[in-house]
């Protein structure tokens, strides 16, 4: 089982799991603990644990789809935000290719929620192809409360 | 953490589950197997106290949305039909939404804000503390 956690002089910090269903809570663990060092707000922990966890699920599930490989986790600052990157060796996959749900609609599916909570518990996220094969996925999210939140 | 789920009689076809921990896609089929059980023993309305609850993941939403399911004596998901089956499952939040299989009880900031954000929470009778729910199962 591959587990690294490291700090650079940077406050930067990683965590690489292998892609099991069963790592997720270190993973939330992970998140917890780096937004305490970087000083985010409650508000911002809460959502940053939702959204790396939603997004570390999609990738066991839809990414290495039962097979496994590594996933790493890094958190850095960035200026009055958090960045947090999600990398894997899985098949290039775009989680954004997924259409938002229809929140309106009458007819709503669980399926659609994962990617639309990392959207709304985000400021913004954006997909690349990783040199070599994979995925790198990076989340930005203000250290504080969100205005519109209120 | 762990998901600890506790399960009490509540009277007639009434149960409480307390969920304590966090319900992730790593664990949200217990909950889904502790439904099937309580309904083959004959519950028809769940109590579900989220007081201990600190984490709901949207995979938790699927156990919700089954839980409903199966108090309804529809069919639940199958786990082993894998991730896709669930996924093409669907909340039916016409007729006014409200359902009356499953009734909340102190969802912390954390999962009501999921339940919020996916437009579920109108699917719930949400309460603050048990006894006010159990008079509303």
């Known amino acids: 089982m591959i587990e690294t956690v490291s700090a650079a002089a940077s406050k930067s910090r990683t965590i690489e799991i292998e892609a099991h269903l069963e790592r997720l809570a270190d993973v939330r663990a992970f998140v917890r603990s780096s937004c305490a060092e970087l000083g985010a707000a409650d508000d911002c922990v ?31 600052p960035a200026a009055d935000s958090v960045r947090v990157e999600i990398r894997d060796r899985a098949p290039a996959f775009d989680p954004m290719s997924f259409g938002e749900p229809d929140l309106g609609s009458t007819r709503l599916r669980p399926g659609g929620m994962g990617i639309h909570l990392i ?4 400021d913004s996220l954006a997909h690349r192809a990783r040199p070599g094969g994979g995925n790198i996925l990076t989340l930005v999210r203000t250290l504080g409360r969100r205005e519109e939140e209120d | 953490m762990a998901l600890d789920i506790a399960i009490e009689q509540a009277g007639g076809d009434r ?8 319900l992730d896609a790593s ?23 989220l007081t201990g609850l600190s984490f709901l993941a949207s995979s938790g939403l699927v156990a919700l949305h089954s839980l409903i399911r199966i108090l309804r004596g529809e069919a639940p998901p199958d786990p082993e039909e894998g991730w896709g089956a669930i996924h ?42 048990r006894s006010a729910a159990l008079a509303d199962a």
């Not at chain 1, 966890?53 to 999609?58: L, P, S, V, Y």
């Not at chain 1, 959207?119 to 985000?122: F, I, N, S």
């Not at chain 2, 149960?15 to 966090?22: F, K, S």
């Open chain 2, 27 to 49: 664990n949200f089929t217990t909950l889904i197997e502790a439904g099937r059980k309580l309904h083959a023993d004959g519950t028809r309305r769940i109590v579900l106290d």
């Open chain 1, 46 to 76: 809460v959502d940053l644990v939702q959204a790396v966890d939603e997004a570390a699920t999609n990738i066991v599930i839809h990414g290495y789809g039962g097979a496994t490989g590594p996933i790493e986790v890094t958190m850095s």
């Open chain 2, 15 to 22: 149960a409480v589950i307390a969920l304590t921990g966090e």
């Open chain 2, 88 to 129: 093409s499952l669907e909340f039916d939040v016409s007729g006014g939404g409200v359902q009356n299989e499953v009734v909340l009880v102190a969802p912390q900031a954390a999962v009501d804000r999921v339940l919020e954000r996916t437009g579920l929470k109108r699917l719930f009778r949400v309460h603050e503390d």
């Open chain 1, 119 to 122: 959207r709304a518990a985000t």
